[in-house]
């Protein structure tokens, strides 16, 4: 078996601390990310939330439930109707502001490759832009140094218009994944982006067939080990349903065995549809890395 | 001597088992057509692989399927170098009794004109080996809409007149698929088609199609020649 760079791409070289908001979250701490679609067609939900007091009660719930973060998306990611950015600015802007009035505290991540909707939703008060798009709008960073945004930097392997998108070949996936986030997230910080801010995201199933997927999931350490705070999304995904062969609304257990282990090799932010779920997971991992205390351990003590 | 027998295959990497793992019994119909089709190859005494891609290789040439999340299936001895088409035919081969003979590996880039390859074609059918052709191509990946790509309304129509011009051998119809359309319907195989076209021409070799179907949305079809 070939011998594997332990990192490819720069290294991070801030204090380790991410600062989103008003909130900081240390090396070694977990930050839960609840997904809210403002879309019609969301493969998971399917548009459960794409009204806007549905989406609120769900903002609300997330919140009481250990969200950390809350990702709102006006556009879904894969292949649906095209939505304008009129439509996606309708979608968010207003929807942004009235979390931001409802839950000061609660960082705002929203789901755009735009940087016309970046600029705006950060005006109303969104703290990250999640650009799951990995930079297909070369303006976007600068919407974000100049908001004062955090930005993820995500690995979708080069699909683009001119790029035949199926069968996706890798050399060694991790390599490519380390090598395409680690080059968006210096340009980021060469565009004026926050270095404590951002953050970079494999993006499990973009781009990826299953087997590559897994093999991320499998060697996420060495993305970690970039420095750079890693976001994983792997919240009842295709290579979780193919592993299992289960469908979408049935994929919650193998999601929690792919959040521990990325949690275990050093990921940071975990993107879940099922908060209390991964609230759980995370806490209990967080003990046994003992960066948290037992909530109280009288067991056979007394 | 001439072309003495042809071979269609198509190229997905889920034809390894190893790459479909779980869902390899999926495609057993389709990989048995496939090997028979390459086992009809072996009463020449040179095989020429055709595919998309670019390069020209002996029969020592590696390719893998690590790429794809299967290091452990390998074709040939060198580096892999092949690519995907090539390496899915190299595999092909080395389970017929073909693998034991000569091999060369020529690819063609998708958007080659259909007057160069059919010259391609005129071109290996003029050695003076007894050529078997093993030609690597998809139909389009926009056949439904749950296709790799989204549906395009001409994929069928298009993979329909190449599944009946392999079946009646029809090399006017194959020359004649558009460059363009094929690219937009990605459509990998219009280029090693044409070279086939190319290379049946001084022939009187008949077709067989085989196996016919887009089960995940891109067209595959197998075809043989004897």
Redesign the interface.
Known sequence: MAVRPRTVGRVNTGDGVLRLGSRSFGAGEFALMAIINRTPDSFFDRGATYATDAALAAIDKAAAEGADLVDIGGVKAG?GEPVSEAEELRRTVDFVAAIRARHPDLVISVDTYRSGVARQVAEAGADLINDTWAGADPDLVNAAAEAGTGLVCSHVGGLSPRT????M???DVVADVIRTTTALADRALAAGVRRDGILIDPTHDFGK????S??LTRRLDELAATGWPVLVAVSNKDFIG?TL?LPPGQRGNGTLAALTISAWLGARVFRVHDVPAARQALDFIAVLRGTAQPAGTRRSLV | MPVVAAAVCPH??LLVPE?A???ASELDDLRAACLAAAESLATATHIVVIGAGSGTYDAAAGGSF?????PSVRVGSGPPVLP?SLAIGGWLLEQTKAARLPRTYRAVATDTAPDVCVRLGQEIAGSNDRIGLLVMGDGS?RRSEHS???LHPRAEIFDTTVANALQHRDLDVLNALDADLAGEL?AAGRAPWQVLAGALEGTSLSGDLTYEAAPYG?GYFVASFT
């Open positions: 292949y035949d998108p199926h069968r070949a890798y050399d067939n299953t087997l590559q897994l093999e193919e062969e | 997905p990497p790459v793992s779980g869902a690590g790429a794809y999340g299967a995907l990946a790799p790509v989204h990605q891109v």
